[in-house]
């Protein structure tokens, strides 16, 4: 195993190094992703991603343009608050996520290659990560990370209680935008190299495996990243010694640990028993 | 006279084409204890929250000290999704967000402050658990000791009592007058229950016909009869 370890990281550094980076990124904005009961935002965001670098295929720019630029049109829609509104805010990912996936497949069947060929380049695959796009990687992410550390405090207390913050003077919507901001970067950058599906894992399962497993905010943004690392690195190993595609077992790993994690919580609670206050 | 801290000057309010309020001129002395009195939907509310600036007015104007110095504000709703793994205590400390802003870390005195507000509430031996275990009526107290905690001169209450047992609201209700008497908070409450706002104050702001004025008690128990 410890073998299997190394040759994974002397073949394939840069795909465990954006693994490692993307899952610590990915599931410490996931936490507020799901609080904001805004799960679809991912996959949604992702395949919107998918859908800009088809479209930078056709005109011939940069994939990343094309992405960030859809991706920044998606986020201004889900960035407004839904409260009021006649439908709720995930009906309308629901759309956008249907109106992406399928003007997709419509744009790769009119580009010059074939849909197989295209479908890596939009889907990404992380051990297929190359040394620049890690360092595109880096330059994007650990700035909008550390904007984020900066910013926990008025975004949590907007995320929270949207009118008592405003009334506290936090200007909430420009937290709120930034968050969403931030998050559309990321998905943007990240969803190239790791795929939509290992995005929408990252932002969902090991974040809901934190929340399970603590009712404390500052542990579960610490955890949260721990955990989404652990599953990468394990999924990896597991994917590298048996030969199976990585990014769908690192989020089979990742399941798993939820799995192990929720029940565990529950025989915790039925073991020890009910303190009674009188 | 007591100085005005809050002025509405020919204020109208409406949702989409339905009008709520029109013609709304209050001059809210500072050191007021002020119930808003009237019937379901006659718009006490929403006038709270247009002076809280969470409801935007067609027209007219509304003045406040509120950019210098927060107002504390208890909402009608639970509106904390209890989703959140936050304790008692963290909501508290989110009252005190006007003095940390983004980095500052909770000082000793501010953390006693927040205790102290739950002390006075009945409510610190909760301190550390976690908000959504805790009853309606006691969240409804923790939410009360937020808006206190940074020691606002103006209070602003959307029915606060109205899930606490008789003792509890009788309790929060002298607290209350305990702080506008001795400190000269101004108290601006949502409350339905006239009899008990009679025993705390002479004055209430009454709504009716989509307006709004200050009179005495007496006439409005009057004018209600």
């Known amino acids: 195993m410890h073998d299997a370890m190394q ?22 904005l996931g936490v507020f992703v799901i609080l904001k009961r805004a799960v679809f935002i991912g996959i949604t965001l992702s395949e919107v991603a998918a ?18 630029a859809l991706v920044l049109g998606a986020v201004s829609l889900f960035a407004r608050p839904y409260e009021n509104q ?3 805010r995930d009906t309308l990912m629901g759309i956008i996520f249907i109106a992406a996936t399928a003007l997709t497949i419509l744009l790769v069947s009119k580009s010059g290659p074939g849909l197989m060929e295209i479908n890596a380049v939009l889907y990404g695959d992380l051990i297929l990560a190359s040394s620049k796009e890690l360092k595109i990687l880096f330059a994007i992410l650990t700035p909008a990370l550390l904007l984020f550390l900066c910013v926990l405090r008025p975004t949590l207390y907007s995320f929270m209680d949207r009118e008592g913050s405003k009334v506290l003077g936090i200007k909430t919507w420009i937290w709120e935008s930034l968050y969403f901001l931030m998050l559309g970067v990321i998905i943007s950058a990240a969803s190239q190299i790791a795929g939509a599906l290992l995005i929408f894992c990252y932002l969902v399962v090991c974040p809901a495996a934190a929340l399970v497993a603590s ?12 955990m989404s690392m652990l599953a990468t690195f394990i999924g990896m190993v597991v994917s590298f010694n048996f030969d199976l595609p990585t990014n769908q077992t690192i ?23 009910i303190t009674h206050n009188h | 006279m007591n100085e005005t801290i809050i002025t509405c000057s020919d204020v109208c309010i409406a949702y989409g084409r339905q009008e709520v309020l029109h013609g709304i001129n209050l001059k809210i002395p500072r050191g007021a204890f002020l119930p808003f009195t009237g019937p379901n939907g006659s718009g006490k509310t929403t006038l709270l929250r247009a002076i809280l600036g969470l409801v935007p007015i067609r027209h007219g104007s509304i003045q406040t000290p509120f950019q210098k110095c927060p107002a504390g504000y208890v909402p009608q709703h639970r509106i904390i999704d209890p989703l959140y793994p936050v304790s008692v205590m963290q909501i508290v400390e989110m009252g005190l967000y006007p003095e940390r802003r983004l980095f500052r870390p909770l000082t000793r005195a501010q953390k006693q402050r ?3 507000a739950l002390d006075q509430l009945g409510m610190v031996e909760h301190m550390q658990k976690n908000f959504r275990e805790l009853s309606g009526g006691m969240k409804q107290k923790v939410l009360i000791a937020r808006a206190l905690v940074c020691e606002p001169d103006v209070i602003i209450m959307d029915e606060p009592t109205s899930e606490l047992d008789e003792k509890s609201e009788q ?20 409350h339905h229950d006239l009899e008990l706002v009679q025993e705390l104050t002479h004055t209430t702001c009454r709504f009716r016909h ?16």
């Not at chain 1, 002397?10 to 993307?22: N, S, V």
């Not at chain 1, 009712?215 to 721990?226: C, T």
């Not at chain 2, 309790?171 to 949502?190: C, E, S």
């Open chain 1, 51 to 68: 859908c800009g670098v088809a479209v930078s295929f056709l005109i011939g720019i940069p994939p990343f343009v094309g992405s960030l």
């Open chain 1, 7 to 28: 040759c994974l990281y002397c073949q394939f550094p840069e795909a465990l190094t954006a693994g490692l980076l993307i899952s610590a990124v990915c599931a410490l």
């Open chain 2, 114 to 116: 927040a205790a102290d």
């Open chain 2, 210 to 225: 989509g307006n709004a004025e200050i009179v005495t008690l007496d006439r409005a128990e009057a004018d209600h009869a």
């Open chain 1, 251 to 273: 989020c089979m790993t990742s399941c798993i640990l939820f799995a192990i994690i929720s029940t565990a919580c529950w025989i915790y609670r039925k073991v020890i028993p």
């Open chain 1, 215 to 226: 009712k404390r905010i500052w542990i579960v943004l610490i955890a949260a990243p721990l």
């Open chain 1, 86 to 88: 006649r439908i709720p």
């Open chain 2, 171 to 190: 309790d929060v209700l002298q607290h209350l007058m305990t702080l506008n008497r001795d400190q000269g908070k101004t108290i601006l409450m949502v």
